[in-house]
Structure formats: structure tokens, C-alpha cells
């Protein structure tokens, strides 16, 4: 195991040195006859590989281009005929119910015309025949009124009468 350390830190001290040779200002790499900087080196992996994005998102849209056009180009338009049948029943029996509620207006609208009239008529004939108890209680009023005074002359008329043989009897008791 000791062996195995040692190992692992020698390989790490290799990659320290490797590492401070290319990051270092004067290090120079040279690919193809062509030589670079480590600022060079990442600026063009950075322009390369927004170069290959951007290739890659041109060709992923022109693939969803051409799987739309072929859809579309395959596109068939439903058949809406039996959609349209149901429509037209649709709107026939809607009105229907339009004209059936119109007509059912109209008949409500008469007869609460004609009870109105039954109405008007029934209150014309209350209010008359209110008119002519009102007259025939007043009348039997004034015949009980008459009748009374003819009746309280009448008793008057007997006690004087009365009043007066009774006198008489006791003025002469022999008469007859």
C-alpha cells in the first residue's frame, strides 16, 4: 500500500510539472506546423466549438423543418360532414324552441290580457254591488228612521188618548 501512495504522488508531482509548463506566459504548443499560446489555444476552442453549436442547432431546426413539411405536405383534412349534420339539426331545433317559446309568450300574454278583463269586470262589479248595499242599508236606515217617529207619534197619540178616557173615567166615573 505504501508503494501504491508513493506511486499516486510521483504521478501527481509529473502532472504539477506538465501543468506549470503549458501554463507558464513563454510556453508555446505547436499543432500542425502552427504554433499557439494557451490564450489562442482557448480562444479558438471557444470559437470552434460555438462554431460546431451552432452548426448542430441549424441542423436539428432544418430536420424539424422537413419532419413539418413532410406532415404537412401528408395531411389529410377530416371529414366534417357528419359534424355539419349535427349542426344543422342542431340549429333547426333550436328554433324550434325559439318559435314554441314565442308562441307560448303570445298565449301567456293573452290570458293575462283576459284575466285582466275577467279582473277589471269582477272589481267593476264589487265595486257596484258595494254601491247598492251601501244605498239599500242607507234606504232601510231612513225607512227604520221613518217608521221609528211614526211609531213614537203613534204611541204618543195612544197615551194621550189613553191618557185623556183615563181622565175622563176619573173626572166622571159614571160615564161610560
Request: net charge neutral; aromatic share 6%.
Amino acid at each position: 500500500m505504501a508503494e501504491e501512495i508513493k506511486d499516486v504522488n510521483a504521478k501527481v508531482d509529473e502532472l504539477e510539472a506538465a501543468a506549470k509548463k503549458y501554463a507558464s506566459k513563454d510556453t508555446v504548443i505547436s499543432i500542425g506546423g502552427y504554433e499557439f499560446t494557451p490564450a489562442k489555444l482557448m480562444v479558438a476552442f471557444t470559437i470552434v466549438s460555438s462554431i460546431l453549436g451552432g452548426l448542430y442547432g441549424t441542423f436539428e431546426v432544418y430536420k424539424d423543418y422537413q419532419g413539418m413539411k413532410k406532415r404537412i405536405t401528408e395531411y389529410v383534412a377530416p371529414d366534417l360532414s357528419e359534424l355539419n349534420k349535427k349542426m344543422e339539426i342542431t340549429m333547426q331545433n333550436s328554433e324550434k324552441s325559439v318559435q314554441y317559446t314565442q308562441d307560448i309568450k303570445n298565449d301567456l300574454k293573452s290570458d293575462i290580457r283576459r284575466l285582466e278583463g275577467v279582473v277589471d269586470n269582477v272589481e267593476r262589479s264589487a265595486k257596484q254591488s258595494q254601491r247598492e248595499s251601501d244605498n239599500a242599508v242607507k234606504d232601510v236606515r231612513d225607512e227604520l228612521r221613518r217608521n221609528g217617529k211614526e211609531v213614537d207619534q203613534a204611541l204618543k197619540n195612544i197615551d194621550r188618548s189613553v191618557d185623556s178616557k183615563i181622565q175622563r173615567a176619573l173626572d166622571n166615573p159614571l160615564a161610560k
